[in-house]
């Protein structure tokens, strides 16, 4: 169960979904940009989801946690085939970055983003040599039409 203590001016269940969209989005896209009260409300749990995928050894049960949590199964995939090998080395999941106040309301802005140490692919050859290839998480459009 999603649980904020912030109310986010929002029912239980718009603050649910809206906290799961916010988790789905960090994970896929590496960082969100949003107002302030909002990324202190997902901070804590992305860092919990994080430590959960961290010490967990069954992938069966880690990933029917994480889908009370998230949203899809590619967000679930890239968990643990990505961050899961990278978080055992590194105790700073996700840093929070102030950012300016947006311009028609005054609210104050703030950027959430994944440590980019955990976004590190390890392949491993025939030859037993470890290589480090950066994850590339924007899509190329293909002109071929």
């Avoid at 999603?2 to 718009?14: A, E, F, N, P, W």
């Avoid at 009260?37 to 995928?53: F, Q």
């Amino acid at each position: 169960m999603i649980s904020t203590h912030q109310k986010l001016s929002r029912k239980i269940g718009h603050r649910r979904i809206l906290v799961k969209n916010m988790l789905t989005s960090l994970f896929l896209y590496e960082k969100i940009t949003s107002t302030s009260a909002k990324i202190k409300a997902v901070k804590p749990l992305s860092e919990m989801i994080l430590n959960r995928v961290k010490i967990s050894k069954n992938n069966i049960f880690l990933r029917r946690y994480l889908k009370k949590y998230l949203i899809g199964n590619n967000v679930i995939n890239k968990l643990i085939d990505v961050y899961q090998p990278n978080l055992q080395n590194n105790n700073k999941f996700v840093f929070k970055y102030k950012l300016d106040t947006r311009k028609g309301d005054g609210a104050e802005i703030s950027m959430l983003k994944i440590n980019p140490e955990l976004l590190e692919v390890i392949k491993i050859d025939n030859a037993d040599k470890i290589k480090t290839k950066k994850l590339v998480t924007k899509i190329s459009k293909s002109n071929d039409k």
